[in-house]
C-alpha cells in the first residue's frame, strides 16, 4: 500500500458574521474574532489542520478586504498560499479556483473559518476518512452528528454504507421544528457543516458537468491570474463574470457521487449569539461573562463588554453584547435577528 | 373674611435617586434630572408652586453639594431662600429648621423635588385645602390617591371628616400585597405622599413635645446660623448634634393632630425605573425610547442612552439605560435592587 497522498486545506474566509454584531463588524467579521478562547476562529481552522504530516500547507480563500488580517494571523512563518477574491461569489468559484491552483490528483479538504470545533481529535479522524473516500473519486460532506432538533440548517439524509462512510441518499433543506425532531429521532441524518472532501480533478468535472459557465469563468480566472509570492490573484474580468452559488447547490445536490462521513466533535457554526453562547463554559448560574459585568438575580445570561460595565438584574436567557459604541439585548430567538438591525445593515 | 395667608412651599432637595443609577449620580442626584420632560424634577417642583399670589417665596433646603445645581436651575431671578445643610439629617430636622426661619404663624407647604404629578391644577387644589387645615393647626399629609396596590408606599388610613380634609385614624407601614389590595379595595386608604401643609408655629411646638432634644439643636442651629444673601448656613455644631429622623417618625406618627387631603393628582414618586417607565408615554408596542435606540419585537420596554446605540431584540418589559459609560439592564421587579448594584453603591 502506498503512502496516503497528502490532504490540502482550503480555509474559506467569506463569512460575514452579521448575526455576531456588534462584535462581528465588516472591518474585522467573524473569523478573525477570538470568540471562543484567545485565539480566532481562522487561527483555529489553521490550528486544526498544521503540525501534521497529513496535512499540506493551508490554500485561504479570502476577499481582499481581509488581506491585512489574514497574513498578520497566519503568522510570518507559516507556509500558505493566499487566493484573494476581488470579489464575493459564494463558495463554490472560491473551492473551484483553490482546485484549479493545484494537482488534478489532490485530495482538498474545505473548511470554514468561522466555525468551532471542539474535538480536533475527531476532526481529523473525519479528515482522515474523508480524503479517503475523496481519492476514489467521491464528494464528501461531513455529517454532523445533530446534538438537537436545529432548523436553522440543512440536513443529510444517509444512504448506503461506504467504506469509512456512506452515500447521501438525499440533501434536505432547512426542515420545520416537527421535521428536525423526526429526523433527529430516526438516526438518519446528519448536519450539513459545510465541511467537504474532494479530489481536485473530481471537483472540477462535477462543476462542468453541472455548471458549464462557472466552471470556464473558474478555468480562465485561474490561468489568467497572477501569482505574487504567496498570493495569488484570479484575473478579475472573468471571475466578475461568474454567477455565484455555493457549492452545495453548484455541485453537492447534483452530483451522483454525494457522500459523507459521520463527525460527532462538538462542531457550532456560531450562527448566532445564542449559539456562541452554547459553546461558551457557563457559571453556576448557566451565565458567561467577558468584561466587566455584575449580574443579579439572572440565569443564562451571557454579558459580554469591550469597555463599559454592564449590570444586570432579573433577565433569563438574554445576551448583552456591549461593543465599539453599540449596546445589543436580544433574547435567544431574537439572536437570529441581529443581522437584519439597522446597526448592522448600515456599517 | 380676612385675606388667605400666602403659602410658603418648602422644597426638600435630599432624594438620592440611587434606584435610578446610573443616570441619577451622587453629582447630579434624581432632583436636578430631566426625567419626565424638558425640565428637571426641580425645576417641576418649584414650577408647581411659582406664578400664583398664594405661594410666597420659596425656601429649598439641600446640601451644600447641590448648592450650584440648585442656583442655576432656580434661575437668577427667582427670590428664593436656599439653606444649606453641612449634613443630611433627614426631613425632621430640613423642615423644622425652615419652620424655624419663619415667622410662627406662617403656613408651610413641604414638598420633596424629586416627585412627579402631572396633574398641577389638582395640587394646587389640595394645597390650598391643606393649608386651610394647617392655619387650625392641623398637621397635615397629602393623602394620594391610590391607582395600583403598591407593597412600597406607606398609608393613611382615613378617620373622622373634617372640612376639606380627613383626620389620619392610623399611619400604616408597608403592607404586603395581600393587605395592599384590601386597602385598595376598602376606598379608606391613601398612599403617605411625603407633602405636608403645617402652621409653622404648630410644627415646631409639636418637634418639642415629640423629640425635645432635636427641637432645642434644630432651634440653636437656626438661631446660631448665617444668612448671607439669599443662603442660609445652619450653625454647624448643633446641626451635626441632631439625630436625624424622617418627619414621619419624629412628628406625624405621634401627634393627635394629624389630618390629610386627599389628592388624586397623577402622583408618582418615580422610585425607580419602571415607575418612571409608568410615567412616561407610551408608544404603540408599550414602549419608551430616549436616544438613540432600535426596539424589534419589543413590548413596555424602555430604552435610554446618552450617546451609544441601543438595539432590542424580544424583550418584554425590560428597562435598558446606558448612561455615563455604565450599561443596566433589569425586569420590572429588578428595578428595585438597581440602588445596590456595586455600580449605584460604589459611585
Redesign the interface.
Given at each position: 500500500m502506498s503512502e496516503p497522498r497528502p490532504i490540502h486545506p482550503v480555509i474559506l474566509c467569506g463569512g460575514s458574521g452579521t448575526r455576531l454584531w456588534?462584535v462581528s463588524r465588516k472591518s474585522r467579521p467573524k473569523p478573525f474574532l477570538p470568540l471562543i478562547g484567545e485565539v480566532t476562529l481562522f487561527e483555529q481552522a489553521i490550528g486544526r489542520v498544521a503540525g501534521d504530516a497529513r496535512f499540506a500547507a493551508p490554500i485561504v480563500v479570502a476577499g481582499a478586504q481581509h488581506i491585512d488580517l489574514i497574513e498578520e494571523q497566519l503568522g510570518a512563518d507559516r507556509e500558505h498560499l493566499l487566493v484573494i477574491e476581488p470579489m464575493a461569489r459564494n463558495t463554490a468559484p472560491a473551492i473551484a479556483l483553490a482546485a484549479a491552483l493545484l494537482p488534478e490528483d489532490a485530495i482538498m479538504l474545505v473548511c470554514p473559518s468561522d466555525h468551532h470545533i471542539a474535538d480536533e481529535a475527531a476532526f481529523r479522524a473525519a479528515a482522515i476518512a474523508a480524503a479517503q473516500l475523496a481519492s476514489e473519486e467521491w464528494m464528501v460532506s461531513f455529517g454532523i452528528s445533530p446534538t438537537h432538533p436545529e432548523t436553522g440548517y440543512g440536513y443529510l439524509h444517509r444512504g448506503e454504507e461506504l467504506s469509512g462512510g456512506f452515500r447521501i441518499a438525499k440533501f434536505v433543506e432547512k426542515p420545520d421544528l416537527e421535521r428536525a425532531k423526526a429526523y433527529m429521532a430516526s438516526g438518519e441524518y446528519s448536519w450539513n457543516g459545510g465541511i467537504f472532501a474532494f479530489r481536485a480533478g473530481t471537483l472540477l468535472e462535477e462543476l462542468k458537468t453541472h455548471r458549464p459557465e462557472m466552471a470556464d469563468l473558474v478555468a480562465r480566472a485561474a490561468t489568467e491570474g497572477r501569482r505574487e509570492n504567496s498570493r495569488f490573484h484570479p484575473a478579475p474580468e472573468p471571475f466578475a463574470a461568474i454567477e455565484g452559488d455555493s457549492i452545495d447547490y453548484a455541485v453537492m445536490e447534483n452530483t451522483s457521487r454525494a457522500a459523507m462521513v459521520p463527525a460527532d466533535m462538538g462542531w457550532s457554526d456560531i450562527g448566532n449569539w445564542a449559539a456562541l453562547q452554547d459553546a461558551l463554559p457557563q457559571d453556576s448560574t448557566g451565565s458567561f461573562v467577558n468584561g466587566q459585568a455584575?449580574l443579579?438575580?439572572c440565569r443564562n445570561v451571557m454579558a459580554m463588554?469591550d469597555?463599559?460595565?454592564?449590570?444586570?438584574?432579573?433577565?433569563e436567557d438574554?445576551s448583552?453584547v456591549?461593543s465599539g459604541?453599540?449596546?445589543?439585548?436580544?433574547?435567544r430567538?431574537?439572536?437570529q435577528?441581529?443581522g437584519?438591525?439597522?446597526?448592522?445593515v448600515n456599517q
Amino acid at each position: 500500500m502506498s503512502e496516503p497522498r497528502p490532504i490540502h486545506p482550503v480555509i474559506l474566509c467569506g463569512g460575514s458574521g452579521t448575526r455576531l454584531w456588534p462584535v462581528s463588524r465588516k472591518s474585522r467579521p467573524k473569523p478573525f474574532l477570538p470568540l471562543i478562547g484567545e485565539v480566532t476562529l481562522f487561527e483555529q481552522a489553521i490550528g486544526r489542520v498544521a503540525g501534521d504530516a497529513r496535512f499540506a500547507a493551508p490554500i485561504v480563500v479570502a476577499g481582499a478586504q481581509h488581506i491585512d488580517l489574514i497574513e498578520e494571523q497566519l503568522g510570518a512563518d507559516r507556509e500558505h498560499l493566499l487566493v484573494i477574491e476581488p470579489m464575493a461569489r459564494n463558495t463554490a468559484p472560491a473551492i473551484a479556483l483553490a482546485a484549479a491552483l493545484l494537482p488534478e490528483d489532490a485530495i482538498m479538504l474545505v473548511c470554514p473559518s468561522d466555525h468551532h470545533i471542539a474535538d480536533e481529535a475527531a476532526f481529523r479522524a473525519a479528515a482522515i476518512a474523508a480524503a479517503q473516500l475523496a481519492s476514489e473519486e467521491w464528494m464528501v460532506s461531513f455529517g454532523i452528528s445533530p446534538t438537537h432538533p436545529e432548523t436553522g440548517y440543512g440536513y443529510l439524509h444517509r444512504g448506503e454504507e461506504l467504506s469509512g462512510g456512506f452515500r447521501i441518499a438525499k440533501f434536505v433543506e432547512k426542515p420545520d421544528l416537527e421535521r428536525a425532531k423526526a429526523y433527529m429521532a430516526s438516526g438518519e441524518y446528519s448536519w450539513n457543516g459545510g465541511i467537504f472532501a474532494f479530489r481536485a480533478g473530481t471537483l472540477l468535472e462535477e462543476l462542468k458537468t453541472h455548471r458549464p459557465e462557472m466552471a470556464d469563468l473558474v478555468a480562465r480566472a485561474a490561468t489568467e491570474g497572477r501569482r505574487e509570492n504567496s498570493r495569488f490573484h484570479p484575473a478579475p474580468e472573468p471571475f466578475a463574470a461568474i454567477e455565484g452559488d455555493s457549492i452545495d447547490y453548484a455541485v453537492m445536490e447534483n452530483t451522483s457521487r454525494a457522500a459523507m462521513v459521520p463527525a460527532d466533535m462538538g462542531w457550532s457554526d456560531i450562527g448566532n449569539w445564542a449559539a456562541l453562547q452554547d459553546a461558551l463554559p457557563q457559571d453556576s448560574t448557566g451565565s458567561f461573562v467577558n468584561g466587566q459585568a455584575d449580574l443579579v438575580d439572572c440565569r443564562n445570561v451571557m454579558a459580554m463588554s469591550d469597555g463599559p460595565r454592564i449590570s444586570a438584574i432579573g433577565l433569563e436567557d438574554i445576551s448583552i453584547v456591549v461593543s465599539g459604541g453599540e449596546v445589543l439585548v436580544t433574547t435567544r430567538d431574537g439572536a437570529q435577528k441581529v443581522g437584519k438591525l439597522p446597526g448592522a445593515v448600515n456599517q
